[in-house]
């Protein structure tokens, strides 16, 4: 990296720190950056991301409001000296709730049928006529009622389900409109 910097080696008093950050596709999903102008217009605001939300140094380690820890001098010239931009403004990461019905139901598809191979497997001389999709739903509550997971326990879980997905789509309303003030962004 030297040659890169323009320099023959690291002056005396001075240390050089390179801090490098991979943000692969669904942390850009979720940061709003889906599409290449989005990583040119939002860089600066995706490193402010980073080195402030994401990573961050301060003093006092042992205390844990925020106003009992300050930033330590060094990671402050580090976030503040990405492309010469002063005190970015960091983008806003939302991490989307599993809603994609299809989805879902590609993904209980493939769990059922492991369940049912491994059954199949287990028990040696089962019947592979009883192989269809009706058989393995009639039997899945059998095996769930062996783990404890009765007809409560699944009410209980929808409605958790439930109201983490209202939750998840109120913070989705509240980012979309935090993005739209600080970035001018179109993210619906």
Known sequence: MFD???IADVPKGYRIIR?????R???LKQLGMNSPSDLNNLCSNAWGYC?????NFKDNPGKHQK???KTLTWWSVVQNGFMEISQPVPLIRFRASNSDEKQLVAQTFGYLS??????VESNGNYPT??????????????KANELGKGQREFKDAIELKRA????????LKMVIERRKEFFNINLE
């Open 4 to 6: 890169v910097w323009g």
């Open 19 to 23: 801090i490098e950050f991979q943000l």
């Open 25 to 27: 596709r669904e942390v």
């Open 51 to 55: 080195t402030q939300e994401w990573l």
């Open 67 to 69: 106003n009992q820890r």
């Open 114 to 119: 492991s369940i049912q191979a491994l059954m």
């Open 129 to 142: 006529s009883r192989n269809d999709i009706e058989n393995v739903l009639l039997n899945f509550p059998l």
């Open 164 to 171: 983490k997905y209202v939750r998840t789509q109120e913070k």
